[in-house]
């Protein structure tokens, strides 16, 4: 079993930024990519970013590419995403997740945490 709990949402203006944290407890935190998912009132979830087990590899989904940054701590079982520039469309619950196949698609994700709200008003 994997535990994750988020922390760091909240409301912020149009362009500016948020740090969230997601820290893990359990398992071998460096055996699992960690993913940040996000849902919308009324929309499906979907993916934000993504990062290795080592931290090496990373991918982000087009509309946060060049904004968000994920990255990890393995000694502190943390994984971070900085969002910079937000936009309202950016407004969501955001969900980490971690799991062992190297996937954007959130059924692939084993372990999940609460979720942290992130608004960004216009």
């Known amino acids: 079993q994997v535990q994750l709990v988020e922390s760091g949402g909240g409301l912020v203006q149009a362009g500016g930024s948020l740090r969230l944290s997601c820290a893990a407890s359990g398992r071998t935190f460096s055996n699992y990519a960690m993913s940040w998912f996000r849902q919308a009132p009324g929309k499906e979830r979907e993916f934000v970013a993504r990062i290795s087990g080592s931290g090496t590899f990373r991918s982000y989904a087009e509309s946060v590419k060049g904004r968000f940054t994920i990255s990890r701590d393995n000694a502190k079982n943390t994984v971070y995403l900085q969002m910079n520039t937000l936009k309202p469309e950016d407004t969501a619950v955001y969900y980490c997740?971690?799991?062992?196949?190297?996937?954007?698609?959130?059924?692939?994700?084993?372990?999940w945490g609460q979720g942290t709200q992130v608004t960004v008003s216009s």
């Open positions: 997740a971690a799991g062992t196949a190297w996937s954007t698609g959130w059924n692939e994700y084993a372990y």
